[in-house]
């Protein structure tokens, strides 16, 4: 099998999940799972996850749904697709415009008005945040609120590396329980009602939070976008109460990271918050809530890797992406419908 170099690890090549595990034969659980700890890296199913995990441990997962996050239209004569990334508490719309072939954004006109099905009209008003060039705020006309607006009128967000049109079903996570994310929290697409069932008989407790993710097409190290979320009290006082008693906080993905931690204390407590964050973790802010992290698989160069290292450390993720892109490793695939990383430093 052949390699291309992509800075840190090299990604073998076609590991790419075109296709759902189901249609690969798998169930949701059956994907692979490298368990990465202090023995090293060891290649598991995520259906084995409740056996990694203690009694008394604490998982956290995103119960945020996956929206049709993606509008198809005509803009100056051409087919274009609009990616709507969220909206902002005065209405406003966070979107990127993505070339025809899907690969990759391109640039608006400063006050371009696009004219959406349904007879909305959006007008561009300016980067968001400033400074970048992908994401735009833009003022929808009639005001519309864009769930109920992509309900009606968009599809789920489709990128080059997928093979086929999937329905929204395939993009949900078996909890999610409000629609309000542009692209699936995937981490949490192995956890089926089977694994969540064994977590809780061997006496792991689950506990939820909501952090509604952006569109994750990230760029050259574009660091994550401001996003809301919400830590109920009822998970506040788990993640304490875990914490208390010696027992380990794992998160379901980076998103679930961000949330706790963005409700933290600098004493490691964590506090009920809702709002938005606009945290970045890295070398200078690590974790100081989470202990372990289940994770798909991100490429080399995605800021998402700088989220892993503060809950991790650099030693173990860079440890764990040598075993699994080894020329004698197993065959992992990488994107939501990939397989999946359970880092326990």
Known sequence: MTSQPLGRFAVPRQQEASVPPELRGLARDGVRMAVVD???????????????????????????????AA??????????????????????????????????????????????????????????????SRLWRAVPLPAVDSVDYLREHGRPIRYP????????????NVYADRPGSAEMPSAGRPLTERALVALMTRGVVVAPLELHTGVSSQESHEPPQPETFTVPS??????????????RVIGVGTTVVRALESASRPDGRVVPTSGWTSLVLGPQRPARVVDGLLTGLHE??????DLLEAVAGR?????GYAAITAPDAPTYLWHEFGDTMLLLP
């Open 161 to 172: 590396y997928l093979d086929g049109a999937w329905p929204l079903e395939m993009l949900q």
């Open 315 to 319: 030693s173990p993720v860079d440890a």
């Open 38 to 68: 202090g023995s090293g890296t060891r290649h598991h199913r995520a259906f084995d996850l409740p056996e990694m995990l203690h009694p008394g441990d604490l998982l956290v997962i995103n119960t945020s749904a996956t929206l049709p």
């Open 234 to 247: 009822a998970t506040a006082r788990l993640v304490n109460s875990t914490r208390d008693a010696g027992r």
């Open 300 to 305: 080399p160069e995605a800021s998402h890797l």
């Open 71 to 132: 509008v198809d239209f005509e803009r100056n004569g051409c087919d274009a697709t609009l990616h709507v990334s969220t909206q902002l508490d005065d209405g406003q719309w966070v979107v990127e415009l993505r070339r025809p072939d899907q690969s990759g954004h391109t640039f608006p006109a400063p006050s371009e008005v696009l004219r959406l099905p349904g007879g909305v009209r959006l007008r561009l008003r300016a980067a968001h945040p400033p400074g970048q």
